[in-house]
């Protein structure tokens, strides 16, 4: 009877809805078209914008490489005219050598000519000798001659394409100035346009080498691009066009597809030398489809989409109106359930972020309890470590009260460690209990550690009130105890590489390596308190002939025993390591001479004091020759000082052994 009634009101709300479908239809699909159309008009103009910001930004990085280049080259010329002024003889042959090693790495720059001034008459210009001077080179070098700066001719159309000038002139320093003065302090001297004119630097820039040598770092994809000449005269101003599809640089204007107007957005102005270029990009007509956003078509989905609503509507079937209820129901546990798995995975994700920062297993312990509390709220446990000999479990850290297990038992008493598996026991389990319990819980679990195939420890977790561990909680402590186990053997694997890389294997001081890092650290710390650092070099004087005697076992005997005397004479500050060999080095932050030299004398009677033994054997008594030096009276560097300390060692060596002598 029920069924019969759900299907009563069903068939009375298709009726009265019936008539109302084809004019939801009609309205619908006009709705579709002018949402089209908008959409259409929103998606043209925000991809033309698009594309207006993309060209912008190329502009600034072409201009920008070709700001560079220029700067490069004309700091070139700069570089070479304060040599020429400076230099006192030789001036044609230092040129040409240092002008071939100009070339060589600029390549735009084709040919540096060194016209010196006294050649010519006064009253004419000194271009008139060079055969390509014409009215932009003359009056470029009359403005070089009045400003005593760089000066840049407009285009010069020779024979291999077009060029522009550099002209700068060479100034003739005071006699106060010698030719070992600093060039980059010549500012700080005096003007130099009224120095005497001794000469004048004239390079050839080509364009067209420019331009490729600016475009090879810039992606223009289809753009083409002109570069003008804003100082120049009209018909003078162009000077390069680009073409994206060949890749060629043209200088002919006539055959380039630049306008002669460069009233544009997309033009950016850059400084060459006391003129003024101008960069224009020309997109070319293949650049909007290729740069196109694909966002073509969302109009039209955009109208089916809408278009399909009614479609689907109708699509739903009436029958399933009654499940909604029980759907949202069953929505909401899985959203609750989802929701505390994405807290849980944010948890998971922090306490790996967390574990990774730290630096070593104690800084790792501190981490791990507070973690594991807001995952298991209202439960007790501990991180046990398996030692290395495998025959004894003790605790690292423990959470929570009342904790249910010993701190320190043997890995059997464990059922977790004996299975390799995850053991748990709850409140109506019949199974074993592990014998490391020493109160009852209403319900625990013991999961092994294990990282890159051995087991490190087990991660404890009890309750007193059934219930707490379900087994989303017993698939969680899971992954937390891999977390824990994988952060500890990193951290313990760092520690291990991190001792072999800084310490000698056999004396454990630190190596060489680390010595000179840390010397040079030592220096810059030194030199800004202004506080002294002495260094000790020490060697075993006959190393060899003891070997030879005694053997090379006996002589590791003997650089162990003397590694023990360095560690227990130096402060916790000082540094010990192995040089090389039979050879030591001591680094005494903020030591002076006297502290050295008296930490110095200490070792080496230390040393004469020595009784060593080998398979009960006697070794006899050993010297060491020291040598000492003081940062800064003895070097600057921590190389130099290395030097001067080995320096005094081989005096000590010289002198007789057996002895500190301190660097001269």
């Known amino acids: 009877m029920t069924g019969k009634r759900e299907w009563l009101r069903k068939a009375i709300g298709v009726a009265f809805v019936y008539p109302l479908i084809p004019t939801g239809i009609g309205l619908t699909l006009c709705a579709g078209i002018v949402f089209s159309i908008a959409t259409g008009v929103i998606v043209g103009n925000w991809d033309e914008e698009r594309r207006q910001i993309e060209i912008k930004h190329r502009t600034e990085q072409l201009a920008d490489a070709l700001q560079e280049r220029l700067n490069r080259d004309f700091e070139a010329l700069q570089t070479i005219s304060q040599f020429q002024g400076l230099s006192q003889q030789g001036n044609e042959q230092s040129f040409g050598e240092l002008a071939a090693y100009i070339r060589a790495r600029h390549r735009s720059i084709e040919t540096l000519i060194w016209v010196a001034g006294d050649r010519l008459p006064k009253q004419q210009t000194v271009l008139e000798i060079v055969a390509f001077a014409d009215d932009p080179t003359k009056v470029a070098l009359a ?84 570069l003008y000449d804003e100082s120049a005269s009209m018909g003078n101003r162009f000077l390069a066009f680009y073409e994206s599809k060949t890749r060629q640089v043209k200088t002919d204007s006539v055959n380039s597809s630049c306008p002669s107007e460069t009233l544009d957005t997309n033009v950016r102005y850059l400084n060459a030398g006391d003129r003024q270029w101008s960069v224009l990009l020309l997109p070319s007509p293949e650049y909007p489809q290729k740069q196109s956003s694909g966002l073509a078509w969302l109009p039209l989905l955009s109208g089916l989409l809408w278009t399909s609503i009614p479609v689907t509507t109708l699509a739903v079937s009436l029958n399933r109106t009654y499940q909604r209820e029980k759907l949202v129901q069953k929505l909401s546990l899985a959203n609750s359930n989802l929701s505390e798995a994405n807290a849980e995975i944010i948890g998971l994700n922090y306490m790996s972020d967390l574990l990774q920062a730290c630096l070593t297993v104690e800084e790792a312990c501190t981490v791990v309890p507070p973690m594991i509390q807001s995952f298991f709220p209202q439960t007790s446990g501990g991180i046990f470590a398996l030692s290395d000999s495998k025959n004894l479990v003790e605790s690292v850290v423990t959470w ?28 109506s389990s019949t199974g074993l209990r592990c014998g490391h319990l020493r109160s009852e819980t209403a319900e625990y679990i013991d999961i092994p550690m294990a990282a890159q195939g051995e087991i490190l420890g087990v991660l404890h977790l009890s309750s007193s009130v059934p219930g707490r561990l379900t087994e989303g ?22 520690e291990s590489l991190k001792n072999q890389s800084i310490r000698d294997p056999l004396t454990g001081l630190f190596n060489r390596r680390y010595m000179e890092e840390s010397l040079e650290r030592e220096v810059r710390r030194a030199e800004r308190n202004r506080q002294p650092i002495g260094i ?51 680094i005494l932050p903020e030591a002076p001479l006297s502290v050295t030299r008296e930490r110095a004398e200490k070792l080496r009677k230390g040393a004469k004091a020595l009784k060593l033994e080998h398979r009960q054997q006697f070794l006899g008594q050993i010297s060491l020759s020291l040598g000492v030096a003081i940062f800064p009276q003895n070097g600057v560097t921590g190389s130099s000082l290395l030097q001067a300390a080995d320096a005094a060692l081989y005096q000590a060596k010289k002198q007789g052994r057996d002895r500190t002598v301190v660097a001269s």
């Open 143 to 226: 403005r070089a001659r009045e400003t005593g700066e760089l000066t840049v001719t407009e285009r010069i159309q020779l024979p291999r394409g077009v060029r522009v000038l550099g002209l700068m002139p060479a100034h003739a320093a005071p006699s106060s100035v010698s030719f070992s003065t600093n060039l980059q302090n010549l500012t700080a001297i005096g003007d130099l346009a009224k120095w005497e004119l001794r000469g004048f630097v004239l390079g050839i820039l080509s364009v067209a080498d420019l331009v490729k040598a600016s475009v090879s770092g810039v992606e223009l994809g289809e753009i083409d691009f002109c």
């Open 400 to 427: 929570g009260e009342p904790f249910s297990s010993e701190l320190v038992f043997d890995p059997d008493r464990c059922l977790a460690l004996r299975c390799g598996q995850p053991y748990f026991v709850g409140n």
């Open 473 to 494: 909680k017993q698939r969680l402590a899971n992954i937390v105890a891999r977390q824990i186990a994988v952060a500890f053997a990193n951290l313990k694997l760092r």
């Open 536 to 586: 000790i070099m020490l060697d075993v004087d006959h190393f060899k002939r003891f070997n030879d005697s005694f053997g090379h076992q006996a002589g590791d005997v003997l650089l162990r025993e003397l590694a023990e005397l360095l560690q227990a004479c130096i402060r916790v500050s000082d540094i010990a390591c192995r040089y090389g060999g039979e050879e030591f080095t001591l």
